[in-house]
């Protein structure tokens, strides 16, 4: 199994454009959630998913849209970009509810200039 | 909403010596407490978790404690090595379910050879 992937690794944006981050797992788990991390700071959750059709606003959600058309991906659209989204951002899964552990991503560093 | 607080923000420690980390919750509803622990340019990786049904849980040199009435938990480190420099995270969830996790802000754990 992969895991949990996120792609692209990097991303540089311009001021006002629109992007995808992609985040996909192979180990059938039906919650999946998107985090940002922003220097010395801890991961604060901006939208998640409990399965297939079926997403909620996190802590800091404005400036963000999830879907989940499918138990194995979860993108997460950054509408307009604005500086105040550079950071790293960190897509997670868990199993069923008789589980706890997340597994997390390998991360998306964004720019915002 | 949940929050979390964790001190130090950063720790130096000799090697062989023990390492403390402290995290406080707000939310008494919180059930369930895992550590992360994450080195640079890295995914955060779960190394312990603790339910609320538990006061402790060991997993060779590392251990974490739960005091439910104060609302706070620790993690605890012994014979530190250098492999253990990283920034930790602690956080909280609650619910049966769900996988809405609340993080501390980390602390940076430098070990000294």
């Known amino acids: 199994n992969a895991g949990v992937t996120q792609t692209p690794k990097f991303q540089v944006l311009k001021t006002g454009q629109s992007m995808t981050l992609q985040c996909a797992q192979d180990?059938?788990?039906?919650?999946m959630s998107w985090y940002r991390q922003d220097p010395g700071m801890g991961l604060r959750l901006i939208h998640y998913s409990v399965g297939a059709g079926i997403t909620d606003q996190g802590e800091v959600p404005n400036g963000y849209n999830v879907s989940r058309s499918t138990t194995e991906d979860f993108p997460l659209r950054l509408l307009s970009a604005a500086p105040s989204q550079t950071s790293v951002y960190f897509c997670?899964?868990?199993?069923?509810?008789?589980?706890?552990?997340?597994?997390f991503g390998p991360g998306t560093r964004l720019t915002v200039l | 909403g949940e929050n979390v607080e964790q001190h130090p923000s950063t720790l130096s420690v000799q090697e062989g010596d023990s390492a403390v980390i402290k995290c406080t919750y707000s939310d008494s509803a919180s059930n369930y407490f895992p550590w992360y622990k994450q080195e640079l340019g890295k995914r955060p990786q779960l190394i312990i978790d603790i339910r609320s049904n538990v006061g402790e849980k060991k997993d060779q040199r590392i251990a974490v404690t739960l005091n439910k009435t104060a609302k706070h938990f620790s993690l605890h480190i012994t014979e530190t090595q250098p492999e253990d420099s990283a920034v930790y995270f602690c956080a909280a969830k609650k619910g049966a379910a769900g996988n809405k996790l609340t993080f501390g802000g980390g602390t940076r754990v430098l070990v000294k050879p």
């Open positions: 180990m059938n788990h039906e919650y």
């Open positions: 997670a899964s868990k199993g069923g509810s008789s589980t706890d552990t997340q597994y």
